[in-house]
């Protein structure tokens, strides 16, 4: 089925460890974005990229990376987890320029002990 | 101002009652209004969208209202099931560097209907 690939879907780092969160669409789509969800606190943007070869921080940036593989792969890389991070993360895509909607992964759950 | 409030944070509602969510917005530059539906251990998933030359939109049991000299806009659910238990988020759209465009979040509704 088309649609945005996540993995993984749970994990649970030690603070200090470092991992990578990998993200796929196969819709052609122009656009990706990282968001991360807390309760209470709705859909918080961590990092987008408008078009393959460029990304720019979203609302709550600090203490993530991002890659913008190809036009297909978006990773968000976590380089010393602390707890704060314990949330769940989607990745989303979109054509960028339409009115399209925006398709979302189904999520990653990590915990940060 | 590029915020979207929602309201109510959480709602409960009877099968069979009317399920209604309300967003509020100050920027004239949105020009698109999508609502999103997420399930447990779900994405958000686009339900249905409104551009705001329009009064309504209706699909099935789900109708989008919009007051464009309010600035709002809002989520009705008739007939409301228990299938409809989700979290729902209103967002709109704004172009933005160039052609590109953003969406602006609601905090989201907990919607839970009781059988």
């Known amino acids: 089925n088309a649609g945005v690939t996540q993995t993984p879907k749970f994990q649970v780092l030690k603070t200090g460890q470092s991992m990578t969160l990998q993200c796929a669409q196969d819709?052609?789509?122009?656009?990706m974005y990282w968001y991360r969800q807390d309760p209470g606190m709705g859909l918080r943007l961590i990092y987008y990229?408008?078009?393959?070869?460029?990304?720019d921080k979203g609302e709550v940036p600090n203490g993530y990376n991002v890659s913008r593989l190809n036009k297909r792969e978006f990773s968000l890389r976590l380089e010393s987890a602390a707890p704060s991070q314990t949330s769940v993360y989607f990745c989303?895509?979109?054509?960028?320029?339409?009115?399209?909607?925006?398709?979302f992964g189904s999520g990653t759950r990590l915990t940060v002990v | 101002q590029q915020q979207v409030k929602q309201s109510p944070q959480s709602l409960i509602v009877q099968k069979g009652g009317i399920s209604i969510i309300n967003c509020a917005y100050e920027?004239?530059?949105?020009?698109?209004f999508p609502w999103y539906q997420q399930f447990p251990g779900k994405g958000p998933a686009l339900l249905i969208a409104?551009?705001?030359d329009v009064s309504e939109k209706k699909e099935g049991r789900f109708t989008i209202s919009f007051n464009k000299s309010a600035k709002q806009f809002s989520l009705h659910i008739m007939d409301s099931q228990p299938g409809d238990s989700a979290t729902y988020f209103c967002?709109?759209?704004?172009?933005?560097?160039?052609?590109?465009?953003?969406?602006?979040w609601g905090l989201g509704t907990s919607l839970a209907v009781n059988p």
């Open positions: 990229s408008a078009s393959e070869g460029t990304t």
């Open positions: 409104i551009r705001p």
């Open positions: 920027n004239t530059a949105f020009d698109y």
């Open positions: 819709m052609n789509h122009n656009s």
């Open positions: 989303a895509s979109s054509s960028g320029t339409s009115f399209g909607g925006y398709t």
């Open positions: 967002a709109a759209s704004i172009r933005h560097a160039g052609n590109n465009r953003k969406l602006i």
